[in-house]
């Protein structure tokens, strides 16, 4: 049962608000922000303790997120700490944004943000079945209060905002060679790359943009299925086109494929390339036309 709004919880007025992206990508581009965030802002579960959602354990590294403010431009950038937790019992994945209320880095500008990734998680899920893709089944989300776990760096002068959901079981493409092995990453990313190219058509069908599809933020599943993860970027507005995208780059210039066998002169002779890739940069660049061709009609 979902708690009272908690008295810390920061006002919003979504009507006088003009949004941002989030610099991650460096853009000025405003995101649309649709009215019904503050549906969303009402049926918050609130948490009084950071241990009331039994988030589990933290892993990774904290990071930071940047957003520029609008009082201050691009003299300077508010950061939005981020941390991850996994409940290995309730198979639960928890993002948790920890943000100043100082009200000169505009807390509510950050919230209206948080808010916006809420909401695209909802629309992006509400296609699984229609573009074939899968999102992890989000939750809850909401506020919470106090920091109670002395291992978790906290202050007082911070807020702390959770996003709880499925924790699946897959990885990113990023890390496609633990799945399929190093031998077969390339070919597989390809593949995945061209699915990921119907996915983004299907979406737009919808006015619907991740403007974000990363080889982090798109993972596979043992069985082959693409989960698509993390729409702070994600807007009714297209930011950024996925053909300008090198989604298997990594790949392509070594990042896995250093691991394979490869030709000698490859590994000893700069700007000379395998078949596998020349034929792969060949398809990239002939797929990069018709996706331009595509768009201006």
Do not use: W
């Not at 965030?37 to 930071?64: A, E, P, Q, V």
């Not at 034929?279 to 660049?285: A, G, I, M, S, V």
Request: one cysteine or more.
């Amino acid at each position: 049962m979902p708690m009272p709004k908690l008295s810390i919880i920061p006002p919003i007025d979504i009507d006088d608000y003009e949004s941002r992206t989030d610099t991650e990508s460096l853009s000025n581009t405003p995101i649309n922000i649709p009215d019904h965030l503050n549906k969303l802002y009402s049926s918050m579960n609130n948490y009084y303790k950071l241990t009331d959602g039994k988030f589990g354990n933290k892993f990774m590294d904290d990071k930071t997120k940047r957003q520029f403010t609008h009082k201050v431009e691009r003299s300077s950038t508010l950061g939005v700490r981020l941390m991850y937790f996994k409940n290995s019992i309730e198979n639960t994945f928890t993002k948790i944004f920890i943000y100043s209320k100082d009200e000169y880095l505009e807390p509510t500008s950050v919230l209206i943000k948080i808010l916006s990734e809420v909401f695209y998680h909802t629309e992006f899920s509400k296609l699984q079945q229609t573009c074939r893709f899968r999102t992890p089944t989000l939750l809850e989300y909401g506020f919470i209060e106090n920091n109670n776990d002395e291992n978790i760096n906290i202050n007082s002068n911070e807020y702390v905002f959770y996003i709880k959901m499925e924790d699946i079981s897959a990885v990113p493409v990023t890390k496609l060679n633990e799945l399929v092995g190093n031998n077969k990453a390339l070919d597989t990313c390809m593949t995945i790359e061209k699915e990921v190219d119907r996915i983004d058509t299907c979406l737009q069908k919808y006015n619907l943009h991740h403007n974000d599809l990363h080889t982090d933020n798109v993972m596979i599943d043992k069985n082959g299925e693409i989960v698509i993860i993390d729409f702070g970027e994600s807007s009714n507005l297209l930011q950024k086109p996925f053909y300008t995208v090198d989604f298997c780059g990594k790949i392509k210039r070594g990042g896995m494929a250093k691991y394979r066998k490869q030709p000698r002169r490859t590994r000893h002779k700069k700007g000379i390339q395998t078949k596998k890739q020349t034929k792969y940069n060949r398809k990239q660049t002939k797929h990069n036309r018709k996706r331009t061709k595509r768009n201006r009609k």
